[in-house]
């Protein structure tokens, strides 16, 4: 995992998406426009938009990839199926 966090940002080397500091305490994930996230939950949002972007760069998500588990473990986080995840992220 590449993600790069500071005070105000986080960028990812794996992934076009982003997210900023929005609000005092809350941040805004690129994929997840309409939603305000804690901290926490936005390097969850960040961790997710990563495997993603490196299973889609390495030939795509199959039905029977072993980081479906993990997928659909971050994404029940952000109150999200793990498809509905993938989706929102365009893969």
């Known amino acids: 995992m590449s993600i790069h966090i500071d005070h105000d940002h986080m960028i990812s080397r794996a992934s076009t998406h982003h997210a900023r500091r ?4 809350d941040w805004e994930v ?3 426009p309409e939603q305000q996230l804690t901290r926490n939950k936005a390097i969850t949002a960040m961790t997710l938009a990563e495997i993603v972007a490196t ?3 390495d030939g795509g998500l199959h039905c029977d990839d072993p980081d479906w588990s993990l ?3 971050l994404a029940s986080e952000l109150g999200l199926t793990g498809p509905a995840a993938v989706a929102s992220l365009g893969a």
């Open 22 to 25: 929005v609000h005092g305490h």
């Open 71 to 73: 997928i659909d473990t």
């Open 55 to 57: 299973k889609t760069a």
């Open 30 to 32: 690129s994929w997840l």
